[in-house]
């Protein structure tokens, strides 16, 4: 208060003097606070379009898989209606990954008749067949599962044969293979296979027509005795969020499909 005083009262030119002396001094101060309130402006709305993108992330990512899923439920009610046999449908609790690639916990159970050897599908195809029951769920073994067979056949009937897993061709694609194929029969690439159904010439626990997947290579053939083709599968487990469990195998359900074929 003092040196107000004492500046107050002094001549102009010491006033001036004065003035300079703390205009020069203060400057270094101010443009580091303004520098400081400038880069704190900076972060906070770096840090607001970062939330922003992060929160549009993730809403486009639910989106993306409520799609997804909303489209698997459309295409299972359509095979619902056009399926002849009795069935129910489930959600799947817990989906297949490459720590536990071969069983899906299923939301029914024994008290919606599902019993053990009931086969699994989707609108695509086989996803695999029930191991074991309870009150209000089930197990499922998939078909990636190594211990994993089924009587398989072409298209028209006439080639039948075993498909079974042939392993991995990717951290999330499997790929089958379908064995048994007799030398002197030759499936052409991009054909598709189908389960035999009980009435087939090899037997089977599932009802015949049900899509498994297409023929993409030769992969082992003995000198007069039988073929090993590739097959890419109609449906890859993993990405299965419902399903279908047949209550009944004695039938032909290959009409089923005929829309939905890809």
């Known amino acids: ?4 005083i004492v500046a107050r009262l002094s001549p102009g030119y010491v006033q001036d003097s004065v003035e300079l002396a703390v205009l020069y001094v203060s400057m270094p101060v101010l443009w580091i606070q303004e520098r400081a309130e400038l880069l704190s402006t900076a972060w906070t709305s770096i840090n607001s379009a970062t939330a922003e993108r992060d929160s549009a992330a993730v809403d486009a990512l639910q989106y993306l898989m409520l799609s997804e899923e909303n489209a698997q439920l459309r295409e299972l009610l359509q095979l619902s209606r056009r399926t002849p046999i009795l069935h129910v449908s489930a959600e799947v609790l817990h989906q297949s990954s490459p720590l536990n690639e071969f069983t899906l916990l299923l939301s029914v159970g024994r008290d919606r008749g599902v019993t053990e050897m009931a086969p699994v599908i989707t609108s695509d195809g086989l996803v695999g067949v029930v191991r074991s029951v309870a009150i209000g769920s089930s197990v499922a073994v998939a078909w990636t599962h190594p211990d994993f067979r089924v009587s398989a056949m072409t298209s028209d009937g006439t080639v039948f044969g075993i498909v079974q897993p042939r392993g991995m061709s990717g951290p999330l694609t499997a790929l089958m293979e379908v064995r048994g194929i007799p ?3 030759d499936v052409p690439i ?7 159904g009980r009435g087939s010439q090899l037997g089977g626990a599932f009802p015949r027509g049900i899509p498994i997947g297409t023929v993409r290579a030769l992969a ?6 039988s073929k090993t083709y590739v097959v890419e599968p109609a449906v890859q487990p993993g990405s299965v969020s419902h399903v279908l469990i047949l209550l009944g195998a004695d039938a032909d359900i290959s009409s089923a499909f005929s829309e939905v074929e890809r």
């Open 183 to 185: 030398f002197r029969e």
């Open 1 to 4: 208060m003092f040196l107000s």
């Open 220 to 225: 082992e053939q003995r000198e007069g005795w």
């Open 190 to 196: 991009g054909s598709m296979v189908y389960t035999s």
